[in-house]
T-cell receptor
Framework: DTEVTQTPKHLVMGMTNKKSLKCEQH?????MYWYKQKAKKPPELMFV???????INESVPSRFSPECPNSSLLNLHLHALQPEDSALYLC???????????FGQGTRLTVV | EDQVTQSPEALRLQEGESSSLNCSYT??????LFWYRQDPGKGPEFLFT???AGEEKEKERLKATLTKKESFLHITAPKPEDSATYLC????????????FGGGTRVLVKP
């Protein structure tokens, strides 16, 4: 099983809403990532969790709040987002170290 | 700061017309270079990892090579299903698990 599963696939939320994106992997990977991707741009790293601890935060605004409840799950809690936060949000996982990361299919987020 | 530049930005090929994509990088201590394929609206699909200059990896019609300054992704006799955006990313010494991506090359293969 080389799959990273993200839910939901699509999300429309208002600027005052609170929502969460979920990510799950069962490959035993110890590193999990959140990326943001705008149209026709490469993915931009937001957060990295290594062994369930936050190891990298790329100066992401506090309206994005990551959580890693266990080694298989990664959440991204969203609150008071802006329209410019509309993007494809990608979760990825890897063994850690210098190996390729496996990406999920993403959540297409639209903030209205 | 690590930098990754891909060229060309877009590439239109006829089916069967071989070509190469370039990924040049400036990093402090390359630990690994990765190639991904991304279809519209989907997550990137991992293709290759290259670790040191001179290394080559192949998968079907794709072949990736690495020098000390750049990597090439050769597409041999492409088919329309090879149409996608190809992304290059690097992992460098001080950056831990962070991947730095290039801007990508959009490849369109016409029948």
């Amino acid at each position: 099983d080389t799959e990273v599963t993200q839910t939901p696939k699509h999300l429309v939320m208002g600027m005052t809403n609170k929502k969460s994106l979920k990510c799950e992997q069962h490959m035993g990977h110890r590193a999990m990532y959140w990326y943001k991707q705008k149209a026709k741009k490469p993915p931009e790293l937001m957060f990295v969790y290594s062994y369930e601890k936050l190891s990298i935060n790329e100066s992401v605004p506090s309206r994005f709040s990551p959580e890693c409840p266990n080694s298989s799950l990664l959440n991204l809690h969203l609150h008071a987002l802006q329209p410019e936060d509309s993007a494809l949000y990608l979760c990825a996982s890897s063994q850690g170290g210098v190996v390729g990361a496996f990406f999920g299919q993403g959540t297409r987020l639209t903030v209205v | 700061e690590d930098q990754v530049t891909q060229s060309p930005e877009a590439l239109r090929l006829q089916e069967g017309e071989s070509s190469s994509l370039n990924c040049s990088y400036t990093v402090s201590g390359l630990r690994g270079l990765f190639w991904y394929r991304q279809d519209p609206g989907k997550g990137p699909e991992f293709l290759f990892t290259l670790y040191s200059a001179g290394e080559e990896k192949e998968k079907e019609r794709l072949k990736a090579t690495l020098t000390k300054k750049e990597s090439f992704l050769h597409i041999t006799a492409p088919k329309p299903e090879d149409s996608a955006t190809y992304l290059c990313a690097v992992q460098a010494g001080a950056a831990g698990n962070k991947l730095t991506f290039g801007g990508g090359t959009r490849v369109l293969v016409k029948p």
